[in-house]
């Protein structure tokens, strides 16, 4: 193991670092930290608290498993849990979480680029990339494949779903439903995320089931739950049926588009 750890690394007794895993120079490995196989740990970054799985890759000064930054938090006993090859770039602050939830979870193949934030508690599927700058506030939950653009700022105990695309610069205050896009300050929905859908494999009936209920839900006129008893009616698509669950389960309320858009084709493409 030592040939994998710079000498000049610190390593507190109580963290578990795997043979294969790499540890630069000056980066400190700290209390309750558990670094995988085949994960390397940058320059004069720190983790701490935190269990990471295989294959991640920590850039230099990244702060992996650090204190929330919450007036609540009394230096309880939390963690953050990552999975797999994750890449986490240079600046980049993912904070453990408090006693009000306990952990921080952050899923596989996930992309947080310099200087982008996660506050405590939250809660990021698989393939999440959060640009340069992002700002997620505590209790947070992202879906899986959703794309954060730079600047953007999201609301404490927000929910986005997955396949989302966030316009950079975006300030978010309400839910987002999955599949969508959104974008403004404050943000509003600007239709679906077609190239996201394509990407993810989706299939055409799938994503023609997905255009029909969006048209449904945010451009028919309809009262929201009108709009949601009609979708249920009308399609038994999987896909559908899950966004259909995410709106109802919202306690934010959910986003919707800005005023005067037009229910044409293009604004669900």
């Known amino acids: 193991m030592m040939s994998n750890i710079h000498p000049t690394a610190v390593i507190h007794p109580s963290a578990k670092v795997d043979p294969a895993a790499v540890i630069g120079p000056y980066a400190i490995i700290g209390e309750g930290a558990v670094i995988g196989a085949g994960t390397s740990v940058g320059a004069h970054a720190v983790v701490e608290f935190a269990a ?25 006993r939390t963690r953050l849990v990552m999975g797999d090859r994750n890449t986490v770039r240079e600046c980049v602050t993912l904070n ?28 990021l599927g698989d393939g999440v990339i959060l640009v340069n700058s992002v700002a997620v506030a505590g ?46 300050y404050p943000a509003a929905l600007r239709g679906l ?25 945010f451009l028919s006129g309809l009262r929201l739950e009108e709009a949601m008893a009609r979708v249920r009616g009308e399609s038994k698509d999987p896909r559908v049926l899950e966004m259909l669950d995410f709106i109802a389960a919202s306690k934010k309320g959910v986003m919707r588009p800005a005023s005067g858009v037009e229910a044409k084709e293009e604004a669900v493409l």
């Open 193 to 217: 995320n077609s190239i996201g859908l394509r990407r993810g494999g989706f299939g055409h009936e799938t994503v023609s089931a997905i255009k029909r209920a969006y048209k449904t839900l």
């Open 96 to 123: 453990r979480g408090t006693a009000a939830h306990g952990e921080t979870r952050i899923g596989s193949d996930c992309l947080f680029m310099a200087y982008s934030h996660v506050a405590h508690d939250c809660t």
């Open 139 to 184: 209790h947070v939950e992202i879906g899986d494949f959703t794309v954060v653009g730079g600047l953007a700022a999201i609301h404490q105990y927000l929910r986005i779903g997955k396949y989302c695309m966030l316009g950079g610069g975006s300030m978010l205050n309400k839910d987002v439903p999955h599949f969508c896009t959104c974008q403004g």
């Open 52 to 76: 990471l799985g295989k294959d991640n890759r920590l850039h230099p000064g990244c702060y992996v498993g650090t204190a929330p930054q919450d007036l609540k938090y009394g230096n309880e």
